[in-house]
């Protein structure tokens, strides 16, 4: 099957976040399941400034948005080492910021508009493309008018009737939600703004033009059942009840040729399930790097996240200096708002000789920092899926996590039973299920007790060595989601 994935996007020409992850690796391992996979993108400044050799393969598109007609070149590159065709769509004065979305931390007031471009661009320039897909596969609200603009302008030409499409949920707390004037601009017609479609009681929000594709899945089973609460749906739980039926959850993978322990550049030592030595000299060389204690007793945390209220750094400040009074040592690396960064930097200045925190993006030290702990702590309020903890365990660092979303189908909770066994031989980690810093606190405790034992924690950690979070199982369910898309649409199709 031919699948082209659009992503606002992808490692490695250019990332904020998990997405990027996702969308540079799933293609890879559908395309060796036999598939043939291509990539959509903007042009974004970040992109050209990486150098990647690009062929101008379509000139001068006219895109109709806002009352005027844009001006649009598409350009092809190949993934590295993959050699997946990749299709850059250009137009500098949408694309050619410093930021992708945001600037000075404030959403660019033109976003609907700009991406709005990306993907009718993309629909309009693919009879000029050397890659005829059968599936689009759509990822989050950045490509959520894709399918409303080819049912709208292009289904009934012949080189569209047959092509169908998923839309990938990745984190419904990013709607592109935006008010009734900003629709005029989009180029769609009046009826979008119904509540059917892409309306609600305030505006419209793009990523509803998702849910009209033919299947829907977001990144985990359990985030699939928790976005139709009202808890976790964002005000779109009623919308998500109602294509129950279309769907699915498909957990994330993460690639294994990126991860792991045995292969890593960026560690001091590399080490394996069945040679975990070099996992002291890793603990010890960020102990030194990060200029703490090179303490063997003392109980090493780790944390790599944006600092985000979903991140759970609400209910973690209240019992950090708790936790910080035991003997135990906290590593924090990420980037975020402004009042978790001051949190962690107060904790810092208050115990150097337990807390180190770095306020950056740095990928080597968010390496050295999941082959060196012993924990890794994730207290999200919701995660739809998580790659972090399960990053962790392949380095056989023990995940400490609320059980919500990915979390929950990922981590297997340590019972601490009397006997002092494994629960079923299969435990990997530590989870609490109420949003409240008392069961956070209750976790650490359990994870700080465990690890004493030291029979017990080799038991853990060698239970998260064992796991299998490659992409190969994810891109089989994947092609049988690409399937049922291919099926609904051959069967409404004239």
Request: proline share 5%; with cysteine.
């Amino acid at each position: 099957m031919r699948i082209l994935f659009l992503a606002s996007e992808v490692v490695p020409f250019v990332k904020t976040g998990g997405l990027a992850d996702v969308v540079g690796s799933l293609p890879k391992a559908l395309k060796k399941l036999g598939h043939e996979v291509a990539i959509a993108l903007p042009y974004y400044r970040q992109v050209k400034e990486k150098g990647f050799p690009a062929e101008r393969i379509a000139e001068g598109l006219k895109i109709p948005l806002a009352g005027k007609d844009l001006s649009v070149n598409i350009y092809q590159t190949y993934q590295p080492e993959t050699e997946i065709p990749t299709f850059l769509v250009d137009y500098p004065p949408f694309f050619d910021r410093q930021e992708l979305y945001t600037k000075g931390g404030a959403e660019f007031a033109d976003n609907a508009e700009r991406y709005a471009l990306f993907n009718r661009a993309i629909l309009e320039g693919l009879p000029q493309f050397n890659f005829v897909p059968e599936v689009l596969h759509l990822n989050d609200w950045h490509t959520g008018l894709v399918w409303p603009y080819l049912q709208e302008y292009y289904r009934r030409k012949d080189f569209y009737k047959y092509i169908s499409a998923i839309f990938t949920i990745h984190n419904l707390g990013y709607q592109g939600h935006w008010s009734p004037r900003v629709f005029g601009k989009i180029s769609l017609p009046k009826k979008y703004l119904k509540k059917e479609y892409l309306g609600d009681d305030s505006g419209w929000a793009m990523i509803k033009g998702g849910f009209l594709c033919p299947v829907v899945n977001t990144v985990s089973p359990q985030y699939a059942q928790e976005i139709q609460t009202p808890e976790f749906g964002g005000g779109l739980d009623r919308d998500l009840r109602q294509i129950k039926d279309k769907l699915f959850g498909v957990i994330n993978g993460i690639d294994y040729n990126e991860w792991s322990p045995q292969t890593d550049e960026f560690i001091p030592s590399r080490f394996s399930r069945s040679d975990i030595s070099g996992k002291k000299i890793c603990r010890n060389y960020l102990q030194k790097e990060l200029g703490l204690p090179e303490n063997q007793q003392s109980f090493l945390v780790g944390v790599v996240s944006r600092l985000s209220p979903q991140k759970g750094f609400d209910i973690f400040s209240k019992v950090a200096e708790k936790f910080l009074q035991q003997e135990v040592q906290l590593v924090v690396l990420g980037t975020g708002e402004a009042r978790y960064e001051r949190i962690f930097r107060k904790l810092f200045a208050k115990y150097p000789q337990k807390c180190t925190v770095a306020i950056t993006y740095n990928n080597a030290l968010a390496h050295r920092i999941y082959a060196g702990c012993d924990a890794f702590l994730m207290p999200s309020r919701y995660e739809p899926c998580g790659l972090s903890q399960m990053i962790a365990m392949a380095y056989g660092t023990v995940p400490v996590v609320r059980a919500t979303g990915g979390l929950a189908d990922t981590v297997k909770d340590f019972n601490d039973a009397p006997t002092g066994e494994l629960q079923k031989n299969s435990a990997t980690g530590f989870s609490f299920t109420e949003y409240h810093y008392n069961a956070l606190y209750s976790a650490l405790e359990r994870a700080l007790f465990t690890f004493e034992n030291k029979k017990i924690w080799s038991r853990l950690m060698d239970n998260c060595f064992a796991q299998d979070f490659s992409w190969d199982e994810s891109a089989k369910k994947y092609a049988e989601l690409y399937t049922i898309a291919e099926e609904k649409i051959n069967k409404t199709s004239p």
